[in-house]
């Protein structure tokens, strides 16, 4: 069995050639390609791409949402032992060229026009960047300077080099612990920080999910959540390429309903997010449907709940409560199970905490849901249930080779061979996050039960994972509101919910000025922060200080509140720093309540 992931691919692929790997809709049909043409065209991409000059220890940049390409570009780099840079789609443009700048990319895949765009103004202070691949059909030539070429005419050249150059087709071997990929993750400053993780970091979690969750040649998986996040590269893209399964691409967020009930998948990997815009849609079509249909439906739950309860501690379940669950089952339950094509057999929630009452209604209704834990630096998976075993405000278990304590504060340490190498090019950073004995230090924060499972109990580190798995620090948001003049202080919150909202605190010398050159009356500082007018004055100013940041860092609502954070009410720190959770009690009901008005 080979050690390192190209390797490993081709195993699979060589053993499985006629089978289909990959899926991709092209008008109302979704084509398939092998797991031999797989290789054909990953073989003229890696040709390709040494013919314009891809060595070993080279970094290739991916900045594509998912689609066959972006496989065919990672594992083509691979192949010539180059290490990829995955980019989010939905990056802010500085975040963009910061990560191509800081990892030295020197060949850059890009999926459409509309990405290319923004990024061609920092294409002079790009100095490693030698070539761009564009998933589109662009002509060659250069642009700002630097040379273009669309992955079409890559692959031509690439097929030419190898009829004249048969030698120099052979995969280069790295070994286990060679770096393949440097994955870039937010820290809580804001500066992106690059996770470099080695073939034996991800190869073996991969072998670990296939096992765990025995994964074959004979499941079908959607791929909808962005390739750049390790959960989904690791879980739904290596684990079954590796274990010979099938991979469909979504077209977009926006058709996984559609998508999931043509592939019919057996395994889908889900964030929250994902789960709770199901539930919402169902129980939006439920309470606005004929009075029998919420009847059934509410039939439905309770029933499966009581028998989940009975099963839970180990009684008998009546047999009239059996009989009226499988009737409610045939004329409710199976109809929902058809929503996800009706052949799933496992759903993976991971990348943010699920809410436990959401986790019961789907197991409930007879959907096997799985809960892991994972981070980037761990390439990704720490924990995950073990089928059989599940348990509910659980994760699971270690996977074979992790290691997993807790520490001072509860901190929950990882080590083994799933822990990154370390941040590129920041020694110190790495150095506070791995300790001396080899432990990752990962801010969160949990124990265990009685039967080994994780329960994650909180957070160490200040850093909001919304509820699509996002890792947001709000720092630098709020820095960039307090940048207005009419801001004093910001505090932002969106911790497991799926979009931010923050509390500001107006500077109120300047907001009265305002008020009073615009003829606004105002008896109190307190009425002006109801006022049509300035909340109107707020909301363009927040859209204005946030512009530059990506989509899911911009604030959706806000709430103006009259009195300041200060160390005397304790929202401060004597370090004048915000304390997040006492200020999100004392709030508590205003922040929330900018979640239901929807």
């Known amino acids: 069995m080979a050690d390192t992931l190209y390797f490993s691919f081709l195993e699979t692929a060589q053993r499985l050639p006629s089978h289909p790997a990959l899926m991709h809709k092209q008008g109302n049909r979704f084509q398939t390609i092998t797991y031999g043409e797989l290789c054909c065209r990953i073989d003229e991409t890696a040709a390709g791409l040494r013919f314009y000059g891809v060595k070993p220890e080279m970094r290739v940049g991916i900045y594509s949402y998912n689609r066959p390409e972006w496989a065919i570009a990672d594992l083509a780099a691979i192949k010539l032992g180059a290490v990829v840079v995955p980019i989010y789609h939905t990056l802010s443009v500085d975040a963009v060229c910061y990560i191509l700048n800081e990892a030295e990319v020197s060949h850059l895949f890009i999926e459409s026009p509309e990405l290319l765009a923004p990024i061609i103004p920092c294409l002079p202070r790009l100095p490693h960047l030698q070539?761009?691949?564009t998933f589109f059909e662009q002509l060659p030539g250069n642009f700002n300077g630097k040379p273009f070429i669309s992955l079409s005419a890559l692959q031509n050249q690439g097929n030419r080099f190898i009829k004249q150059n048969l030698e120099n087709a052979t995969p280069h071997?790295?070994?286990?612990?060679?770096l393949l990929t440097i994955c870039y993750t937010s820290?809580?400053?804001?500066?992106?920080?690059?996770?470099?993780?080695?073939?034996?970091?991800?190869l073996t979690n991969a072998r670990a999910a296939i096992e765990r969750f025995n994964i074959t040649e004979k499941d079908r998986f959607v791929s909808f959540l962005p390739l750049c996040h390790m959960f989904e590269r690791t879980c739904g893209y290596?684990?079954?390429l590796l274990a010979g399964a099938t991979i469909a691409y979504a077209q977009s967020l926006q058709t996984i309903?559609?998508?999931v009930a043509q592939i019919k998948p057996t395994v889908l990997l889900v964030v929250p997010r994902v789960l709770e815009k199901v539930y919402n849609t169902v129980q939006e079509k439920v309470l606005t449907g004929p009075p029998l249909q919420r009847r059934l439906m509410i039939a439905a739950l309770k029933t499966s709940t009581r028998c989940a309860i009975l099963r839970t501690q180990k009684k008998n379940v009546p047999l009239g409560l059996k009989l009226q669950k499988a009737i409610l089952d045939i004329v409710v339950v199976r109809k929902l199970r058809r929503l996800g094509g009706g052949k799933i057999r496992i759903i993976m929630s991971?990348?943010?905490?699920?809410?436990?009452k959401l986790a019961r209604t789907f197991r409930n209704l007879g959907f096997n849901l799985l809960e892991g834990y994972g981070l980037t630096e761990t390439a990704p998976v720490v924990c995950a249930a073990v089928p059989g075993e599940e348990k509910v405000g659980t994760v699971g278990k270690p996977f074979p080779g992790v290691q997993v304590k807790i520490g001072e504060n509860n901190e929950i340490l990882v080590r083994g061979v799933n822990v990154m190498k370390g941040y590129f090019k920041k020694p110190e950073k790495t150095a506070r996050a791995i300790d001396a004995e080899g432990w990752f230090h990962t801010g969160d924060q949990g124990r265990?039960?009685?039967?080994?499972?994780l329960i994650i109990t909180g957070r160490i580190k200040e850093l909001i994972v919304n509820s699509y798995g996002k890792n947001i620090p709000p720092v630098p948001i709020e820095q960039a509101l307090i940048n207005s003049k009419y801001i004093e202080q910001a505090v932002v919150f969106g911790d497991r919910k799926p979009y931010l909202v923050a509390l500001i605190v107006p500077a109120r010398l300047t907001l009265e000025d305002y008020a009073r050159q615009e003829k606004i009356p105002f008896a109190k500082f307190e009425e002006l922060l109801n006022h049509p007018e300035i909340i109107e004055l707020f909301r363009n100013e927040i859209t204005r200080a946030t512009a530059h940041l990506a989509s899911y860092e911009q604030i959706r609502k806000f709430r103006l509140i009259p009195e300041p954070l200060t160390v005397e009410n304790n929202l401060l720190t004597p370090t004048l720093k915000v304390r997040r959770q006492p200020t999100y009690e004392m709030y508590k009901t205003l922040i929330e309540s900018m979640y239901q008005e929807e």
């Open 187 to 202: 820290g809580t400053t804001g500066e992106p920080k690059g996770a470099m993780l080695s073939h034996r970091n991800i």
């Open 448 to 453: 265990f039960d009685a039967v080994g499972n």
């Open 173 to 178: 071997q790295p070994q286990p612990d060679d």
């Open 350 to 356: 991971g990348g943010a905490p699920l809410e436990r």
């Open 131 to 133: 070539l761009i691949v």
């Open 257 to 259: 309903r559609e998508d």
């Open 238 to 240: 290596y684990t079954m």
